[in-house]
């Protein structure tokens, strides 16, 4: 009498001593068709679509809402020297910020925010750039592009003007990939 | 064959993740002239998946090419 080749008998009698060890019941074991991880793959691939169009949208409707932030004055800033940096808050309390007056008497403002994973950044006055203490990333001063590391792109600028001697800080750009 | 049409499946399942990432980098860099792009591409990707799907059938034995099945002699 020939063996039906799909017979597991002999393997279940063969490992019947080592059940008790890896307790299972093989046959509610929860079997998945081929069929069914490809339908599972299709409902995926239909998922990825719509979270990337889903935030594709929400980011475009955030840029549309936005609405440019109102001026504020930075104190302390008057009294800052060359070759020296100040933090303060722009334009809300959350969104920290540094100031920086270069050698020559500039000012400079960016969001304090490394591009990389956030981390703050710092003025570096013996090497005159922006330091990210993280991973080793670093900035230019003036114009907040970066210099080297792994941040993927410049801080973002914030508008400062001079009113009667104070320094105003009157917008914040969010930096892009693309300048120029 | 079943194979060809998984592995393909999950590669472009790899695909699509890879463009997600994209999506997300260019929304958070606010960099939204490639936003367009890449969700087209996504589009494109399950448009790929469905036909796949659909249309893709494994070739069997019992059928000859044009659909009929094949007397057994």
Known sequence: MSKNPSDESDVRTATAPFQAEFPYDRDEEAQVTRREFCNFLGLTSAALFAGAAGFAAKAALDARESVSPAAARIDGAGSLAPNSSLNFSYPTERDSAILIRTADG???????????????????????????????????AATGDVLYGPPPRPLDAIEVEMRDGQIWAIGRNPSAKDRG | MWQA???????????????????????????????????????????????????????????????????DR
């Open chain 1, 106 to 140: 500039a000012y400079h403002a960016y969001g304090q925010k490394c591009t990389h994973l956030s981390c703050p950044v710092y003025y570096a006055r013996e090497s005159q750039r922006l330091e990210c203490p993280c991973h080793e990333g670093a900035f230019d």
């Open chain 2, 5 to 71: 049409r998984l592995i393909m499946l999950v590669m472009i399942n790899i695909a699509q993740l890879w463009i997600l990432a994209a999506t997300v980098d260019a929304a958070l860099a606010r960099h939204y002239s490639v936003l367009l792009p890449l969700v087209i591409a996504s589009g494109v990707c399950f448009v790929i998946t469905l036909s796949i799907i659909k249309w893709w059938r494994p070739t069997s034995r019992m059928k000859t090419s044009s659909g009929y099945v094949r007397e």
